[in-house]
């Protein structure tokens, strides 16, 4: 059983800077993909990032260009540096691994963007 931890979570200015964590338990994680989804208050989990194992990213439309995700598999631990925030990135954010089409998710940690 896979557990994954969300951290890095907080309250900053539009413009302003977060780095998120996400931290597994388990022997998988280096063959696993991992990523990112947020949910905001009223609206759907919508996809944000996801790498592959061997560290291909890719990103949604409305963050690229502001946010770099990135993993240290020797710490079991992924990333998601989110520059550039706006409002609009207010959400719960939830990190997530995908082997053999099953997921494991995390409990999230909530980014507000606000002034």
């Known amino acids: 059983q896979v557990q994954l931890v969300e951290s890095g979570g907080g309250l900053v200015q539009p413009g302003g800077s977060l780095r998120l964590s996400c931290a597994a338990s388990?022997?998988?994680?280096?063959?696993?993909?991992m990523g990112w989804y947020r949910q905001a208050p009223g609206k759907e989990r919508e996809w944000v990032s996801s790498?592959?194992?061997?560290?291909?990213?890719n990103y949604a439309d409305s963050v690229k260009g502001r946010f770099t995700i990135s993993r240290d598999n020797a710490k079991n631990t992924g990333y998601l540096q989110m520059n550039s925030l706006k409002p609009e990135d207010t959400a719960v954010y939830y990190c997530?691994?995908?082997?053999?089409?099953?997921?494991?998710w995390g409990k999230g940690t909530q980014v507000t963007v606000s002034s």
């Open positions: 997530y691994l995908y082997l053999a089409n099953k997921y494991s």
């Open positions: 388990g022997s998988i994680f280096n063959i696993a993909a």
């Open positions: 790498i592959t194992s061997n560290n291909w990213p």
